[in-house]
């Protein structure tokens, strides 16, 4: 199954989750997810699933990029004025840059060896954050810290640790429906 197909069976398992939890819009100064990204999140009790699209400027092209992301709240804090506060908000995500000609699933044929160095169009990683809910229940603002699989190996491996190329932050406004 090709990564089109995978995205639409992703939507489509979004979409029949049942409709007794919450789902949001999203507009954020992204970060790893594209300069500026927009997206629907889904969201239960302690659980949220992110599925967004991200934009990002790549010399002097504008490319896209889809990004997924689950998130885990431990705790769900009220706190004055009837706001609600998700203080720590753990979790993993992914993204997928559409850009063919810089980034790659498999080596070009141009490399000397099939599998010469790692695909480069899907990153993983692991975010960090917190959330509120403002007390008209149907605005949010959240931010994010996030760091790449490949800034965990490079921070691993390397003395350089220069962080803005492995932990970039990320501004949310969203919307709850």
Same mark, same amino acid.
């Given at each position: 199954?090709? *990564?089109?197909?995978?995205?639409?069976?992703?939507?489509?398992?979004?979409?029949?989750?049942?409709?007794?939890?919450? %789902? /949001?819009?999203?507009?954020?100064?992204?970060?790893?997810?594209?300069?500026?990204?927009?997206?629907?999140?889904?969201?239960?009790?302690?659980?949220?699933?992110?599925? !967004?699209?991200?934009? *990002?400027? $790549?010399? !002097?092209?504008?490319?896209?990029?889809?990004?997924?992301?689950?998130?885990?709240?431990? %705790?769900?804090?009220?706190?004055?004025?009837?706001?609600?506060?998700?203080?720590?908000?753990?979790?993993?995500?992914?993204?997928?840059?559409?850009?063919?000609?810089? *980034?790659?699933?498999?080596?070009?044929?141009?490399?000397?060896?099939?599998?010469?160095?790692?695909?480069?169009?899907?990153? /993983?990683?692991?975010?960090?954050?917190?959330?509120?809910?403002?007390?008209?229940?149907?605005?949010?603002?959240?931010?994010?810290?996030?760091?790449?699989?490949?800034?965990?190996?490079?921070?691993? $491996?390397?003395?350089?640790?220069?962080?803005?190329?492995?932990?970039? !932050?990320?501004?949310?406004?969203?919307?709850?429906?």
């Amino acid at each position: 199954m090709g *990564y089109a197909q995978k995205l639409i069976a992703l939507i489509m398992v979004l979409l029949s989750l049942p409709c007794s939890a919450e %789902w /949001l819009g999203a507009a954020s100064v992204a970060g790893f997810f594209g300069k500026y990204s927009l997206g629907v999140a889904y969201v239960g009790g302690h659980h949220e699933t992110e599925l !967004s699209l991200g934009a *990002y400027s $790549n010399a !002097s092209r504008t490319e896209l990029q889809s990004n997924l992301a689950y998130r885990y709240s431990p %705790w769900i804090v009220p706190v004055l004025n009837n706001k609600i506060w998700h203080p720590i908000q753990v979790g993993l995500f992914g993204l997928f840059s559409w850009d063919e000609k810089t *980034y790659f699933t498999d080596s070009p044929s141009y490399y000397p060896t099939p599998g010469y160095y790692d695909q480069t169009a899907l990153r /993983l990683g692991v975010e960090f954050g917190t959330s509120l809910l403002l007390p008209n229940n149907q605005w949010s603002v959240a931010y994010f810290i996030r760091v790449l699989d490949s800034g965990l190996i490079a921070i691993y $491996n390397n003395d350089r640790k220069d962080l803005q190329y492995y932990i970039s !932050s990320s501004l949310s406004l969203r919307y709850h429906f």
